[in-house]
């Protein structure tokens, strides 16, 4: 018989919770399992409760393993997010089993006792077993755990030893700290290194992006040293944003998710209360310039303190302040005014200070940011040639234009030289491949240009151009058009000679024409060439200015936009396009190889399909020819073929020799090499004489491949007529289609069009992020298959084309 003593004991051990309560009892907090929502907590509650609900399970866990309130020698601490009880949904448990004296068998038993259960639930578990001294230890040599120790909470056993812990750890970090901070900062460095920035960024890293929550933990944590004041005001307002979104973000995918991606932002939106994903961008985006800015100011105001005892002796013998620019000097490691100086009465000044900063690559101190902003004047238009010269000084600066526009646009200072900037800060981008927000893309754009001065006769020009050609987004119009008004308007402020308003006008109006005409047009035909000329009125340095600048805007939107194949595509045209102006003679489009003219004429006698493989991948592309007697369907097949052997194919050029169909493919492996010659031949042969299920293999590859896009953008078709060869009186059409991209795209686009009666004559093909951006110049097979004019044909086509995508 069970002594009434252990019966009561096994009684309340079968009354407390198990790890499986805990998991179903947070999966209702959550929300989880039910279809409806009603009573769903708000972030900051949830937050609470979760932290209440994991809290309750380790104290019962806790006095059942024998660390009850009146336990000594042994304690069970919470740190992190339970710590600070800001537990949003799937994190780990951050605990410190802590102890005195030797560590035995019954500390080891409860350390089991308290994490196995957890492990077995799949709950996150970061944990360690320490005396109060090896705690400190490991902090004096691991940041992150000395950081996480400054959030030490007793939750059960020995408080008095829980507390020597918290306190012990605090004072460390006090004396400690200032010996630590390069140590800190070369590790944010790097954390933002590889997670990028909550603020301008399109998929931003809450947590450990640069602006994120973590750069949250570092300001609190210099606070509690007392180097700073503790964050408070706007600060506090971002922090309260980013923990809200997170905690979202993590309930709606149900498991650990630090990265927002656009998708997410509608049903987030609607929880917060903000109006939808674009709002809620635009506002992470400040919360996150908000605490980046914090951060600098709180690490700059730290540095210089702790280096003051070592160059104590350097100080006494060389001038502490030097001079960088009338008005302006360095001053230790920022730039500031000079004593003397009254920003009141130098309309120059502000820039000035900008350009010194920017060139230096050293930061504005606060102090002189507060001094301009009080005083410093908008600069009257027409601006004088000293203003706008000091302009085009920060705007030549490279990369450290970057943090200086930042500083400046902090401040309200930006703005005062361009008042149109309101509209696009922290303006998230509508497409797909942009990284950043429209704002910073216009920075990054002008600190692209800056290397690319040398290379056209008016880099004043190209400069402005570059932080002005997106100004015209966040309104309802074409961003193109509002943004050329808007570059005359900015151009006369600055007080740019009419003729340059001008150009500058032509730059923001057709700053797309260069890239998309070269990627989407077939570019050896005579009038695609006219018409861009005609479109820049004859201009080669406005052809020059927009060349450079196709390069910057498409460098700054993304990796991968500005390709080798997109680059070599641009100057083709530009060169055309040059000797067009020249008054030279179109260049005839390029023939055929001997090879390939050989090929054909082999193939022709045979009538047996063969291939072409250039030897060498150039610049990342490579060229396959496919010969075969001409027969509808060719394209789609050959498409196929080499969908199957993940080649994206970026241009198609159909031709034709001694009878039979030459089909020229510039292509690259999305992985790997190009497939061997043999069987892609054999393959080719056996989709040609219908014996390859190729609509079902592409699928399986597809279903194989596939990269998860939960939304994915509504394909669109769009119609260009007298842009196909022959000019105006040709009956030929260009469709462009786009679409989010996937393996056996153009194989079903193709195969649509084929279908639909339309004769497709050239393609291009351009992948953007993740969609695909399809062009094909058409004509019908036959009369009686339809007009290429005719509204009912083209209306037969698109419901094909959208069909297949």
Request: charged residues 25%; proline residues 5%.
């Amino acid at each position: 018989m069970t002594p009434q003593g252990e019966g009561a004991a096994g009684r309340k051990a079968q009354a407390a919770p198990t790890a499986a309560d805990l998991v179903l009892a947070r999966d209702r907090l959550l929300g989880r399992g039910t279809q409806h929502q009603t009573g769903r907590l708000a972030p900051d509650v949830l937050r609470e409760a979760l932290s209440d609900l994991h809290e309750f399970w380790l104290t019962v866990h806790a006095a059942q393993a024998g660390i009850g309130t009146e336990a000594a020698g042994i304690a069970l601490v919470a740190v992190g997010g339970l710590g600070r009880r800001e537990l949003v949904p799937f994190s780990d448990l951050d605990l410190v089993l802590v102890y005195e004296g030797k560590r035995n068998g019954r500390i080891d038993a409860v350390a089991e006792q308290l994490w196995y259960p957890l492990w077995n639930s799949g709950v996150g578990l970061d944990h360690s077993v320490r005396t109060v001294s090896e705690a400190l230890d490991v902090a004096g040599t691991d940041l992150r755990t000395a950081m996480g120790l400054l959030d030490a909470r007793h939750l059960a056993g020995d408080a008095e030893l829980a507390a020597r812990l918290a306190d012990s750890a605090l004072d460390a970090w006090r004396t400690g700290v200032r010996r630590r901070v390069d140590e800190l900062v070369e590790s944010a460095r790097a954390r933002w290194q590889r997670s990028g920035e909550v603020a301008h960024w399109v998929e931003p890293d809450l947590k450990h992006g640069r602006g994120g929550l973590r750069d949250l933990a570092m300001l609190d944590a210099l606070a509690l040293a007392q180097l700073v004041d503790r964050p408070h005001g706007e600060v506090s307002q971002a922090r309260r944003l980013l923990l809200d979104t997170r905690t979202e973000l993590r309930r709606i995918a149900g498991r650990p998710r630090d990265v927002l991606m656009p998708q997410d932002g509608d049903e987030i939106a609607a929880v917060l209360g903000v109006a939808d994903r674009f709002a809620l961008a635009r506002a992470l985006s400040g919360a996150g310039r908000t605490v980046a800015y914090a951060l600098d100011v709180a690490l700059r105001t730290v540095q210089p303190a702790r280096q003051s005892r070592k160059v104590l002796s350097v100080l006494r013998r060389q001038p502490q302040r030097r001079p960088l620019a009338e008005g302006v000097v360095l001053n230790g490691d920022e730039v500031t005014l000079a004593r003397d100086v009254d920003p009141g009465k130098d309309p120059a000044l502000l820039l000035r200070v900008a350009a010194a900063a920017a060139r230096t690559g050293k930061p504005i101190a606060p102090g002189a940011l507060a001094r301009l902003g009080e005083s410093a004047p908008e600069p009257r238009a027409p601006w004088s040639e000293d203003v706008r010269q000091e302009l085009l000084s920060l705007l030549g600066a490279g990369d450290g234009l970057i943090d200086v526009v930042e500083s400046l646009d902090r401040t309200g200072l930006w703005a005062r030289l361009f008042p149109e900037w309101g509209a696009v800060r922290d303006l998230p981008p509508r497409d797909a491949a942009h990284v950043w927000t429209v704002d910073r893309h216009l920075v990054q754009a002008t600190a692209n240009a800056a290397r690319l001065v040398t290379r056209v006769s008016r880099p004043d020009l190209l400069l402005i151009g570059a932080i002005l050609h997106d100004l015209g987004k966040g309104r309802e119009q074409d961003h193109s058009i509002v943004g050329a008004a808007l570059a005359t308007q900015v151009g006369e402020r600055l007080g740019l000679p009419a003729p340059d308003v001008a150009v500058l006008s032509a730059m923001v109006r057709h700053h797309l024409l260069l890239p998309h005409t070269a990627t989407r047009r077939n570019i050896e035909d005579e009038a695609t060439v006219q018409r861009v000329v005609d479109t820049l009125g004859d201009d080669p340095v406005l052809l020059e200015l927009l060349h450079a600048l196709a390069e910057v805007d498409s460098l700054a939107t993304g990796p991968g936009v500005w390709t080798d194949w997109k680059a070599a595509l641009v100057a083709d045209l530009v060169s055309r396009c040059r000797r067009r102006m020249a008054g030279e003679k179109h260049e005839e489009p390029t023939p055929l190889s001997a090879e390939q003219r050989a090929l054909a004429e082999t193939v022709a006698a045979s009538g047996k399909p063969d291939i072409i493989i250039s030897s060498t991948v150039e610049r990342g592309f490579a060229t396959i020819t496919l010969v075969a007697p001409d027969r509808p369907g060719l394209l789609s097949r050959a498409a196929g073929v080499l969908a199957l052997h993940s080649l994206s194919v970026h241009a198609a050029e159909l031709r034709a020799h001694a009878g039979v169909a030459v089909d020229v493919f510039s292509v690259s492996p999305r992985f790997g090499s190009l497939p061997d010659a043999g069987l892609l031949r054999e393959r080719f042969t056996r989709a040609l004489a219908g014996s390859l299920p190729l609509a079902e293999k592409l699928a399986a590859k597809e279903r194989d491949y596939a990269s998860e896009q939960d939304d994915p953008p509504e394909a669109r078709v769009l119609w260009f007529a007298d842009e196909a060869d022959g000019g105006v009186e040709s009956k030929d059409v260009v469709l462009e289609m786009r679409a989010a991209d996937r393996l056996g795209l153009l194989y079903s686009v193709a195969e649509a069009l084929e279908r639909s009666g339309a004769d497709i004559l050239w393609a291009r093909i351009m992948q953007v992020g993740g969609t695909a951006i399809s062009s094909f110049s058409l004509a019908s097979t036959s009369p009686s298959n339809g007009d290429t004019n005719s509204e009912e044909w083209r209306k037969e086509i698109e419901r094909a084309v959208l069909a297949a995508c």
